[in-house]
């Protein structure tokens, strides 16, 4: 029987911060603030991952309170949550997400988005679909204070 599970994260811009989305580092000038890298769109898969599995949230396995997880790539942690999910019996059948920022313009950096995420889950870049929208200037994403990402993941027993 296959799963689903969904999921969403947000992080607001700050100064002398790089801003990586799905482990790409994006030249802007401002970059988000969180413990890891802040990646919104790693975190949102995970996210949706765990859920698929019924393992909890990224917060449960990756605390903010953990000096471990400061700083980190969290492709790094998108890899361990596959092999958490792996280690339970699933496989994944795909993932699908979308980015919500108003700037700066991601299209071509999705490629190499897509192609990490399939690298940290171990499947193919043909299970691994990356989007990009605005929100055409409104609320906090579209006045530019910060990202956020949705994702879905579904996953099946081995």
């Given at each position: 029987m296959s799963r689903v599970g969904?999921?969403?994260?947000?992080?607001?811009?700050?100064?002398?911060?790089?801003?990586?989305?799905?482990?790409?580092?994006?030249?802007?000038?401002k970059g988000l603030q969180g413990h890891s890298d802040a990646d919104v769109l790693t975190h949102a898969l995970i996210d949706a991952l765990l859920g698929a599995a019924a393992l909890g949230d990224i917060g449960t396995h990756f605390p903010d309170t953990d000096p471990e997880y400061r700083n980190i790539s969290s492709l790094i942690l998108l890899a361990t949550t596959w092999e958490k999910l792996a280690a339970r019996g699933f496989d994944i059948i795909?993932?699908?997400?979308?980015?919500?920022?108003q700037e700066p313009e991601i299209a071509h950096f999705i490629p190499e988005m897509?192609?990490?995420?399939?690298?940290?889950?171990?499947?193919?870049?043909?299970?691994?679909?990356?989007?990009?929208?605005t929100t055409e200037r409104l609320g906090f994403a579209?006045?530019?204070?910060?990202?956020?990402?949705?994702?879905?993941?579904?996953?099946?027993?081995v």
């Open positions: 969904f999921g969403y994260d947000v992080h607001a811009f700050g100064d002398n911060l790089p801003l990586v989305l799905g482990g790409v580092n994006i030249p802007f000038p795909n993932v699908d997400s979308t980015v919500v920022l897509r192609q990490n995420i399939a690298n940290a889950l171990q499947i193919d870049l043909s299970q691994v679909s990356v989007k990009a929208t579209g006045r530019g204070e910060g990202v956020a990402a949705y994702a879905v993941a579904m996953v099946s027993p």
